[in-house]
């Protein structure tokens, strides 16, 4: 693989040979990353790559794109037997922009939205006054329960109730608990608001059974293709129905041109890939790594947010054990381990320096981690944060975690 690369930029081919090393070599606990099959990885770097195909198949402004089209279709088609959509968009180039692109089709500038705040789990797109969603629409936002810090759905109602709001959006970048859609459901009926989720985090999980899947009574369900999905870097809309031809519009001509077709084609792979008996089984080895890594945590004596997780993420509070989430972060990397800092509910630092770490299993898992290996994990994680001021430590343990992950390859 990478032959013709090897020979024309050989700076670049190393380099990215070192990325999959490190990847290879490392405990990847990013909760939003994944590894994809090369499978997906062939589709990625293949010929619809150099076609362009500006509209949607049937109706495109370019010539040549009977293939494209076949393409895009089996896409949509793979996608709609997956998750029960009624429309799917294949086209958005990832998470951040089918939001607006959903956003865009149902409010004008200034109406009022609900979403989740950043600091509790929400994702900026959900509302940040940094992000576009704050600038262009008037997003109120809810958070979670101080004591139990998980949603508090009558308060979340007593919200809607009072403010009345477009649209309200569930779904979360940071939230181990699953979420009750029929719930949100219900309180958008009562207000009269349009139905959103963002399910980038879970879809792999709603595709496979293992969390609620909220595509079938939903307005609107956004996703990246990554994440719990293990596709690529990319993003779908799917919708009822009668909104779809809002939805399409708003994605093209609205935001953007011509869609990323070699793209498109590795999410065909993709869903392809989900919908398997396999894959169902891997979406729930991912929930209990999960479980059984933040059990081995809390025996260690970190606090996990919530106290637990049901999803494929967690988050630890490192500051009851005296570390900042960066600090926490920086100690875990150089242990040849890789997560995020992130917030906690109730957040007295800030992003740059929050008061905990964000973890998770998918990469874990795909590796075919079960759950023997997360307490293994887990020690590794609980040795770099106590050794994070001796950087001589710190490399001795990047040494063992190398030696733990060579017993589980996945790219050659």
């Keep these: 693989m990478f032959e013709e690369l090897a020979k024309e930029d050989k700076l670049i081919y190393d380099l990215i040979i070192a990325e999959k090393e ?39 402004y370019y010539g040549g794109n009977e293939v494209i089209d076949k393409i ?99 779904g979360y970048t940071a939230y181990p608990r699953k979420i009750d859609f029929k719930k949100f459901r219900s309180i958008c009926d009562e207000v009269g608001a349009y139905c959103m989720a963002d399910i980038a985090h879970i879809a792999g999980l709603c595709a496979a059974g293992v969390h609620e899947n909220p595509v079938s009574y939903f307005d609107v369900v956004t996703t990246t293709t990554h994440k719990t999905l293990r596709g690529p870097r990319s993003a779908i809309i799917m919708c009822k129905e009668e909104i779809a031809e809002k939805i399409d519009k708003a994605v093209f001509p609205g935001l953007q041109g011509g869609p990323h077709e070699h793209t498109i084609a590795a999410k065909a792979v993709a869903f392809k890939e989900a919908n398997t008996p396999e894959f169902k089984n891997y979406a729930e080895q991912i929930v209990k790594n999960a479980k059984a890594l933040g059990e081995a945590l809390a025996d260690l004596g970190y606090r996990l947010v919530s106290g637990g997780t049901d999803n494929h993420l967690l988050l630890v509070d490192t500051r009851v054990g005296g570390i900042s989430g960066i600090d926490a972060e920086k ?20 992003p740059w320096d929050p008061s905990g770490i964000r973890i998770g299993t998918p990469v874990l898992t795909t590796r075919g981690m079960k759950e023997k290996e997360m307490n293994e994990v887990a020690s590794f994680m609980d040795q770099a944060l106590k050794a994070k001021d001796d950087d001589a430590k710190l490399a001795e343990i990047k040494v063992n975690v190398t030696k733990f992950c060579k017993q589980f390859p996945f790219y050659d």
């Design 22 to 60: 490190r990847q290879m070599d490392g405990i990847e606990l990013i909760p939003s990353e994944n590894l994809v099959t090369k499978a997906v990885l062939e589709a990625m770097g293949s010929y619809p790559n150099n076609k362009y195909s500006e509209g949607y198949p049937g109706k495109r």
């Design 72 to 170: 895009e279709n089996e896409a949509i088609n793979r996608c709609k037997t997956l998750f029960g959509a009624e429309h799917v968009n294949v086209q958005p180039n990832s998470g951040s922009p089918a939001n607006m692109a959903a956003y865009a089709a149902l409010l004008s500038p200034g109406d009022k939205a609900l979403g989740m705040k950043l600091t509790e789990g929400g994702h900026l797109t959900h509302g940040h006054k940094v992000n576009f969603s704050g600038k262009t629409y008037n997003f109120l936002q809810y958070g979670v329960d101080k004591e139990t810090e998980t949603l508090d759905y009558d308060a979340i109602a007593e919200i809607a109730s009072k403010e009345k709001p477009k649209l309200i959006l569930s």
């Design 331 to 350: 100690a875990l990397e150089k242990g040849g381990m890789y997560c995020n800092k992130n917030t906690i509910p109730f957040e007295t630092g800030s």
